[in-house]
């Protein structure tokens, strides 16, 4: 179990369904959690748990 925390997750664009991939911009919606619930790992696994919405940069900017 202590091992699946630091497995990579893939982050997905919500509007396209597109992978998005290592040093690619992109924009997520994430709301702050509890104080006891700080998450801590490696940035795409927290993303991946957290995010409301992920969206690749090129969608995001379609959509603004």
């Known amino acids: 179990m202590l091992k699946d925390i630091f497995k990579r997750k893939e982050l997905i664009c919500v509007s396209?369904?597109?992978k998005i991939q290592y040093e690619e911009e992109l924009v997520a919606f994430v709301k702050l959690p509890k104080e006891r619930s700080i998450?801590?790992?490696?940035?795409d696994?927290?993303?991946?748990?957290?995010a409301q919405e992920i969206?690749?940069?090129?969608c995001?900017?379609?959509k603004a």
């Not at 969206?55 to 090129?58: A, H, I, L, R």
């Open 16 to 18: 396209c369904k597109k």
């Open 39 to 43: 998450l801590v790992g490696p940035f």
């Open 45 to 50: 696994v927290c993303l991946a748990k957290t």
């Open 55 to 58: 969206y690749c940069k090129s």
């Open 60 to 62: 995001y900017d379609k």
